[in-house]
Structures are given as structure tokens and as C-alpha cells.
């Protein structure tokens, strides 16, 4: 099958990737839409990572086949493939917090690909810039007739960003909420809070951003500025957006986080979202965190995919949550570096790949 391998230097568009036939519990997915994630483009450049390896975390399809003990999913029923392969008995999962799985946390250790006859890695339990992957039959969820470069975002920009806002965040009617970072995750975290009765303000160092933070429900937008420190944000935030009960960091940079916990209230409640490089750290005052500031953070802001994930499709279905307009473009797989250009450059939303063409 025709798919993309990291070999450790450079990414390979090939056919002759190989993907086993599923096992116990498993089903095999024929992947139509792949979303593509900074997280994927980190996985690349993050010392000592795993090569080579089918990188990818967001997909959706059609089930092609389905292993023994699977009586829920039928060869053909439309799905997207979430992350999380909770044990769902551990103690994490028994108080309702699978993300924090004490078992199943991270990468499935029995990896499904082979290319030229060696064995693969697999990312983050899906791989999906392969066109066909296998996946833990608990993965799945019924998509419908939400289209594939749609459903495929549910399980990382979409879910990530709503739940930082209404899980992680617990966002509620009245509540002013600050956005940073305008992208995949900030546009669902601006949709999560204003759903939940919020408003909200936008922050992105992009000015072109505006119009995107806007058309997802912001209130307010701010420019943060190259090289500006988090006290100086933090400061402008307060003058344009006083009180913020809640920020939900969406971007990862050092000074971002510090402003995040300078701009809220006291008994505010600052969610860390955004991926960071290798090594990064920021400088927090202690005062102003034990004045009454909560901060959080955990994988895939807090889902928990057996309720969220339904809850997110019905949503984009009846139109309620905006996914079409964070697609901005899809391209063929075997453009991956053009997308990638993309994204990195900040001229898109969400990028997406397309296996069919």
C-alpha cells in the first residue's frame, strides 16, 4: 500500500509499506483523509525518536476488515480513529481520567507496518499517513456522513481543543476566556468555550489570524508581538480583556505559558494545551500561583473518547461545531512537504492529506 515512512532524515512516499492483517480485538482501517499535526512535524525533530516510523494521528475511513471478538464494526461502516487505547481498569480509568491511563499510556508496543520487509514504528496508536492502518476496535467511532477531511480532525484539533475548553477549562456560561494560538487547537478551543455561553479573546502572533478567530466565535483579538515577554502580554491581555477567568494555552512557547498564568484572576484557571519543543521551560511566580490560580494540563485536553468523541460528531452534524472552514486545504499524500510548508508557515488552519488521489 501506498503510504509515508520517517526514516530518521527525510519523509518517503512509498508503496511498498506493509500493515498486518488485524488480531484479536483489532480492526483494519482504509484510510481516506489523514489530518496533519505540529505534533507530527515535532515527532520528526525530537532527539532520540523512534525511525523509522508512519507518523500521523488524525484519520478517518472505512473499516476494510475486522479481527476475531469484533462484533461492533462492519466491513465498510464509516469511522475516524481516536488515540487513546485506555485499559479502562487501572485506577485512572476507573475515576474517569483514561487520558492518564496507568497501563495503556502512550505508543501500542506491537507495531503493525513492515517496509522492504523490516519492521516500522507506529505513532500515537494510529498512523495515519499510511493508507491502511490497524487499530484497537475501541479506537473507532461511527462517523456517519460527516465527510472524511472533517471527521478525521475529531480525534486531535477538535477534541484537543473543545475539551481543553469545556473539560480541562470547565468553561461556563458568563465566563471570559483568553485563546492562544489561533490554529487547529485555538479555533476548537474558541468553539468549545463559546458553546459553553463564554467570551472570548483570541491571541496570535499573526494578524491575518483575526479574521479565522473571529469566524469561530472570538470576541476580541490581540496581536502578541515577536519577542515580547510574558509580562508584557500578560499586561495587554488584562487592558483589553479584564477580568479572564480562564486561558486556555493553545501555542507552546515559554512566553505564552507565563502569560497565560499572569492574565487570569485570582482564582483563575490557566489549561496548557500547546506542544513545546525538547527542554523548554518557563518562569512562573510563585506568588501569583498560590494567590488562587489552578493550572492544568493533560493528552487530548481531558477527553474522555467514549463520551466526548459522539457528542463532538453529533455536534459538526447538526452544524452546531464549525470543522469545514478549519480545513484550508487538502492535498495528495505525495505532497506531504508542501503541506508541511504550510502549516509551519502559519497560511493554514488544518491541513489535510487525501489517500485517494
Not at 476566556?177 to 489561533?182: M, N
Request: one cysteine or more.
Amino acid at each position: 500500500m501506498r503510504g509515508i515512512v520517517w526514516d530518521g532524515q527525510k519523509l518517503i512516499v512509498t508503496d511498498a509499506l506493509e500493515v498486518r492483517a488485524p488480531g484479536e480485538g483489532e480492526v483494519k482501517v482504509k484510510v481516506l483523509r489523514s489530518g496533519l499535526c505540529h505534533s507530527d512535524i515535532n515527532m520528526m525533530h525530537m532527539p532520540g525518536g523512534k525511525a523509522p516510523v508512519v507518523l500521523g494521528h488524525e484519520a478517518a475511513g472505512v473499516v476494510e476488515e475486522v479481527g476475531p471478538g469484533v462484533t461492533e464494526w462492519q466491513v465498510g461502516d464509516a469511522v475516524m480513529v481516536g488515540t487513546q487505547t485506555p485499559c479502562g481498569t487501572c485506577r485512572e480509568c476507573q475515576r474517569g481520567t483514561p487520558a492518564n491511563c496507568d497501563v495503556n499510556w502512550g505508543f501500542v508496543s506491537d507495531w503493525p507496518f513492515t517496509w522492504e520487509g523490516k519492521p516500522v514504528a507506529n505513532f500515537a496508536n494510529v498512523s495515519s499517513f499510511a493508507g491502511e492502518i490497524v487499530a484497537k476496535a475501541s479506537q473507532l467511532y461511527a462517523t456517519g456522513d460527516l465527510p472524511p477531511e472533517q471527521a478525521a480532525l475529531i480525534g486531535c484539533a477538535v477534541s484537543t481543543g473543545y475539551c481543553a475548553a469545556r473539560v480541562l477549562g470547565e468553561v461556563g456560561e458568563g465566563d471570559r476566556v483568553a485563546v492562544i494560538g489561533v490554529g487547529g487547537i485555538g479555533v476548537n478551543a474558541i468553539q468549545g468555550a463559546k458553546l459553553a455561553g463564554a467570551s472570548v479573546l483570541a491571541v496570535d502572533m499573526n494578524p491575518a489570524k483575526e479574521d479565522v478567530a473571529r469566524s469561530f466565535g472570538a470576541d476580541a483579538f490581540l496581536v502578541a508581538q515577536r519577542g515580547e515577554d510574558g509580562a508584557a502580554l500578560a499586561a495587554r491581555m488584562r487592558k483589553a480583556f479584564e477580568p479572564i477567568d480562564i486561558a486556555v494555552e493553545c501555542c507552546g512557547a515559554p512566553s505564552a505559558v507565563e502569560a497565560s498564568v499572569l492574565a487570569v484572576k485570582r482564582g483563575g484557571r490557566i489549561v496548557l494545551i500547546g506542544m513545546t519543543s525538547a527542554g523548554a521551560t518557563a518562569t512562573l511566580p510563585l506568588d501569583t500561583v498560590l494567590s488562587g490560580r489552578e493550572i492544568v494540563s493533560t493528552m487530548n485536553g481531558g477527553a474522555r473518547p467514549e463520551r466526548d468523541y459522539p457528542e463532538l460528531i453529533e455536534l459538526a452534524q447538526d452544524g452546531k461545531l464549525e470543522i469545514a472552514g478549519q480545513v484550508t486545504q487538502v492535498w495528495p499524500l505525495a505532497e506531504v512537504e508542501d503541506a508541511i510548508a504550510a502549516l509551519e508557515s502559519g497560511k493554514v488552519t488544518r491541513a489535510v492529506l487525501d489517500h485517494t488521489v
